[in-house]
């Protein structure tokens, strides 16, 4: 009986010791990014009146829904403790791939390859391109054991260079309109790119949390030895996530070229800072194994907003970029007081 009593004291001692359900919320990164989200909205609303306008919303989430599906995959690769710094230059690959197999040709006097194909191919190439770039990545780091930060910081380089080599530094235009709407066109009142990053965005949470190769990432980026004496399949595991990011990144580059209606040699350039900065910001640990979807859309929607109000205060782009790197600093600055708590 008094045992009893004595296991039943202690079940109840640390039910109570368990923080409560708005506690837990209140403590999620994503609610922070919500509640400043918030806050920015009201203090930019009273400094420029265009700010809450829905064509000024609709821009926002329109011009960076792109870097939020790049940070989908980007947020994968960070979960299972690796980085993919080659995002900006696989975007660019992406986008010209499909620019060269759309284009209708003859808008340069140096005339670039251009094949006239359905979009939907065109959507196709640029999209396997990136996963062409995300899996030689992921060999690198796992059948090669180069460290991923100079495996994928070399690619960067390898592929910047591979764009303008293939343009000679021109830029390819003249593409149909239903390329063209892919970036710019509309399905009732949300923007196409927006469409694209929901459904996206769905598809790899589900993969993260119900997908036993969802539950291997966590697992591996929390602790590889332990993954690897339990058997996981994890060469295989990060390997995915190298192609899942470089096919993700291909969707961004080509839903680029189409809202710009261009494809230039040095389209999305730095954008790993801002695809980074947006998994980190919200809150995906720069050490592996914790992070959500919802927290690196959160984080990409609280960059788009913060350079939108840069711009609207008529803020240089140098300074963007300035406080886009600090804002990261600052992130990682909390993740690892987040590590030392837990």
């Known amino acids: 009986m008094s045992t009893n009593v004595a296991v039943e004291s202690k079940a109840a001692k640390a039910a109570a010791q368990q923080p409560s359900l708005l506690r837990r919320i209140i403590q999620r990164p994503e609610t922070s990014i919500v509640l400043v989200l918030l806050t920015l909205s009201l203090v930019l609303s009273q400094s420029s009146s265009a700010f809450l306008t829905s064509d000024n919303i609709f821009n926002i989430l329109r011009n960076n829904a792109d870097i939020a599906i790049a940070a989908l995959g980007v947020t994968m690769v960070i979960l299972a403790g690796g980085i993919d710094l080659s995002i900006g230059s696989t975007m660019a690959f992406s986008g010209l791939i499909a620019a060269m197999a759309v284009s209708l040709g003859g808008t340069?006097?140096?005339?670039?390859?251009?094949?006239?194909?359905?979009?939907?191919?065109?959507?196709?190439?640029?999209?396997?391109?990136?996963?062409?770039?995300?899996?030689?990545?992921?060999?690198?780091?796992?059948?090669?054991?180069?460290?991923?930060?100079?495996?994928?910081?070399g690619m960067l380089g390898v592929v910047r260079g591979l764009v303008v080599g293939l343009t000679s530094g021109q830029?390819?235009?003249?593409?149909?309109?239903?390329?063209?709407?892919?970036?710019?066109?509309?399905?009732?009142?949300?923007?196409?790119?927006?469409?694209?990053?929901l459904i996206l965005a769905i598809i790899v949470a589900v993969f993260l949390s119900y997908h036993v190769w969802g539950t291997y990432i966590y697992a591996i980026g929390g602790n590889e030895t332990s993954a690897l004496?339990?058997?996981?399949?994890?060469?295989?595991?990060?390997?995915?996530?190298?192609?899942?990011?470089?096919?993700?990144?291909?969707?961004?580059?080509?839903?680029?070229?189409?809202?710009?209606?261009?494809?230039?040699?040095?389209?999305?350039?730095?954008?790993?800072?801002?695809?980074?900065?947006?998994?980190?910001?919200?809150?995906?640990?720069?050490?592996?194994?914790?992070?959500?979807?919802?927290?690196?859309?959160?984080?990409?929607?609280?960059?788009?907003?913060?350079?939108?109000?840069?711009?609207?205060?008529?803020?240089?782009?140098?300074?963007?970029?300035?406080?886009?790197?600090?804002?990261?600093?600052?992130?990682?600055?909390?993740?690892?007081?987040?590590?030392?708590?837990?």
């Open 171 to 197: 830029t390819v235009r003249n593409f149909p309109i239903e390329f063209v709407a892919l970036g710019q066109g509309y399905i009732g009142p949300v923007p196409t790119p927006v469409i694209f990053l």
């Open 108 to 153: 340069t006097a140096y005339q670039l390859p251009s094949f006239g194909l359905p979009p939907a191919i065109a959507f196709a190439l640029g999209v396997l391109a990136g996963a062409t770039v995300g899996l030689i990545n992921g060999l690198l780091v796992v059948r090669l054991k180069v460290v991923p930060f100079i495996a994928t910081l």
């Open 229 to 342: 004496l339990t058997g996981l399949p994890v060469n295989r595991v990060k390997l995915l996530t190298y192609v899942l990011s470089g096919a993700l990144a291909g969707v961004g580059g080509v839903l680029v070229v189409a809202r710009l209606g261009v494809s230039a040699p040095t389209q999305a350039l730095g954008y790993e800072l801002f695809v980074i900065a947006a998994a980190v910001i919200g809150g995906v640990s720069l050490s592996g194994g914790r992070g959500t979807v919802l927290g690196a859309v959160l984080g990409a929607i609280l960059i788009g907003v913060l350079n939108n109000a840069l711009v609207l205060l008529r803020v240089e782009s140098y300074w963007q970029q300035a406080f886009t790197g600090g804002i990261i600093l600052l992130s990682a600055l909390i993740d690892r007081l987040r590590q030392r708590r837990t």
